[in-house]
């Protein structure tokens, strides 16, 4: 049973547009939502997380943004670059018991000149 | 600080043979978390570990094992091996001080290739 739904599945932005990525997730005991970066060939790298209790948060271009009681949260990537082409994936996971990450199945963004 | 280490970063086997992949946690991480991420898909959680003792494990069968050693290194093992276990293993480290709830890196992942 997927527990984080991704969409995306892939997206194309011009250099200097918005990028959106949406999730959304079914396990209410989730409290900790990170996004993570991956490029071909490596691991994924924690970009930006956010907990329930906050609607949004940026940090620098990217910015998460959280609903609640829709149990949606988004990240929009502004001023994309072509550097930012990478797969992108949410994710879920709670404090109690084992830190299980539960990741969304990836968005593929590619940022064109 | 170095970051998460795997090895190998890459390796080839045939079906029915073992395989053992190798982790290294960041200095003073004392958790380890082994992930399956096949081409085109989020990583799928195996297990986690800390301390030495298996915390959780996801939806595998039997033939995934694993351990972590006094110096919270880890050890991936896999038995009779099929086609479908042609992935990147990944393996995340936490459990630092000062690392906030449920915070993982993840190291750079061993590429398996079954034939």
């Known amino acids: 049973q997927q527990q984080v739904k991704q969409s995306p599945q892939s997206l194309i932005v011009q250099k200097g547009g918005i990028s959106i990525i949406n999730c959304a997730y079914e396990?209410?005991?989730?409290?900790?939502f990170p996004w993570y970066q991956q490029f071909p060939g490596k691991g994924p790298a924690l970009l930006i997380a956010?907990?329930?209790?906050?609607s949004e948060k940026k940090e620098g271009r990217f910015t998460i943004s959280f609903n609640k009681s829709a149990k949606q949260f988004s990240l929009h990537i502004m001023d994309s670059q072509p550097g930012d082409s990478a797969t992108y994936f949410c994710?879920?996971?709670?404090?109690?018991?084992?830190?299980?990450?539960?990741f969304g199945t990836g968005t593929k963004l590619q940022v064109i000149p | 600080d170095a970051g998460v280490t795997q090895s190998p970063t890459h390796l080839i086997k045939t079906r029915g043979q073992q395989v053992t992949l190798r982790c290294s946690p960041i200095?003073?991480?004392?958790?380890v978390s082994w992930y399956q991420q096949v081409l085109g898909q989020g990583p799928q959680f195996i297990f986690q570990?800390?301390?030495?003792?298996?915390?959780g494990r996801g939806n595998f069968p039997d033939r995934f094992s694993a351990r972590q050693f006094p110096n919270y290194s880890s050890e991936l093992n896999v038995n009779a091996l099929l086609l479908g276990d042609s992935a990147l293993y990944l393996c995340?480290?936490?459990?630092?001080?000062?690392?906030?709830?449920?915070?993982?890196?993840f190291g750079p992942g061993t590429r398996l290739t079954v034939l």
């Open positions: 995340a480290s936490s459990g630092g001080p000062a690392v906030p709830y449920n915070e993982q890196f």
């Open positions: 396990n209410t005991a989730f409290d900790y």
């Open positions: 956010i907990r329930p209790d906050v």
């Open positions: 994710a879920a996971t709670y404090s109690g018991g084992y830190q299980k990450v539960t």
């Open positions: 200095s003073g991480h004392k958790s």
């Open positions: 570990y800390y301390e030495k003792e298996e915390r």
